[in-house]
């Protein structure tokens, strides 16, 4: 009897299917690997001295900065620490806690190597290799400033925006602020309170004052690095705040206001809109890497991961009130405060614990660079 052209080929695939099932293949290849679970997280990086913490710079997710001081017999104690390994080890720089040093106010960084810090007693102090630093000049103390590049700088005082092109070392009245409003139906030109700058690209920068006399905030924008700026826009009804602006990119950006309001921009600057989220008190900052924006004070954090289009906001449970903040990367961030308290945040894998640790969202896995004020 001859075998039906159904059965050649009938037995070997019973065989072979049969052959998988022995050896438990079929699961494996039909379901696909789970995802893995991961979450929010700021964990200590703590500096081990009793130091107030005024500001933080990272210039990406292991490099950074902080500057303070502690008040002593000696004097202010002014000092900065650097870490080159996410604040699980701190090196001291410049200055000295149980010194004489005066504080250091503020510090701003381009990239790793080029950074500045402004201290009481009106001195600028600069870094060009990010380890060692000297005194580029004399500078008005607790000044907002930014720069552009390693050579082309700002800071603002009332109502002018001085520049320098030698990296800090000498400086010139740059712009006068002057703003045409209308009072009762009659224009008047006001001079503007300027508080705060920020550059979205080496090019183009932004700057935010407080109030004119119709209780309007005035934006001047720049877009050739700062040689000349002009009047952009008004915000009505609100007074801008000393670090109080930030972009994400050249056209979306956003402008904290004293009325604890949080206004939002898409088209650089020309027009602005209300953002309903919670806003800290104080003088938070607006800062992003990428998608993801932050602006914390205190204890009150607002974020968005979606560049702006969505805020959310969520009280966290610091040791001490945070002072300052670092967003180096979308899915990595730093916190000061008071105490020499210092937090990482991180996006870490589900199953990752740590001391004292405080739960937050997960941002993103995706690290992106980004940060700029």
Not at 56 to 78: L, Q, Y
Not at 106 to 135: M, Y
Not at 216 to 238: A, C, H, M, N, Y
């Amino acid at each position: 009897m001859t075998s039906s052209p159904r059965c050649t080929w009938f037995v070997p695939l019973v065989m072979a299917f049969s052959a998988i099932l022995i050896n438990g293949t079929v699961s494996a290849q039909s379901k696909p690997a789970p995802h893995p679970q991961v979450k929010g997280i700021f964990e200590p990086a703590n500096y081990p001295e009793d130091v107030e913490f005024t500001d933080v710079w990272f210039a990406d997710g292991d490099t950074g900065w902080a500057a303070g001081h502690a008040r002593s017999d000696a004097g202010d104690g002014g000092f900065i620490i650097k870490t080159t390994d996410a604040g699980k080890t701190w090196n001291l720089q410049m200055g000295d806690p149980h010194s004489g040093t005066r504080d250091v106010l503020r510090i701003f960084f381009l990239d790793a190597t080029h950074g500045w810090a402004s201290q009481a007693g009106s001195k600028l102090l600069r870094t060009t290799d990010g380890e060692n630093w000297e005194t580029a000049g004399d500078f008005p103390s607790g000044k907002a400033f930014a720069f552009a590049t390693p050579q082309r700088g700002f800071y603002l005082d009332g109502d002018r925006i001085t520049m320098t092109t030698n990296g800090g070392g000498s400086w010139k009245q740059n712009y006068r602020c002057r703003a045409k409003v209308e009072v009762q139906g009659l224009p008047h030109e006001d001079s503007c309170n300027l508080q705060a700058i920020t550059f979205a690209t080496p090019t183009v920068g932004y700057v935010l004052s407080s109030e004119v006399s119709d209780k309007s905030s005035v934006i001047l924008k720049t877009s050739d690095g700062g040689s000349t700026w002009s009047v952009l826009s008004f915000l009505p009804q609100s007074t801008g705040i000393e670090n109080g602006i930030g972009f994400a990119d050249e056209n979306i950006g956003f402008a904290m206001t004293y009325q604890m309001k949080m206004l939002g921009t898409s088209d650089g600057g020309q027009t602005w809109h209300g953002v309903a989220t919670s806003v800290p008190g104080g003088r938070p900052r607006v800062r992003f890497a990428g998608p993801v924006g932050w602006t914390i004070k205190g204890s009150t954090w607002a974020y968005t991961t979606d560049g702006g289009k969505r805020w959310l906001s969520r009280e966290i449970r610091f040791p001490t009130a945070v002072e300052a903040f670092s967003l180096p990367r979308s899915d990595r961030g730093y916190v000061v405060g008071s105490h020499g308290m210092i937090y990482r945040y991180s996006v870490v894998p589900g199953d990752y614990t740590s001391p004292r640790s405080v739960a937050a969202p997960a941002m993103t896995s995706t690290p992106t660079s980004g940060g700029k004020p």
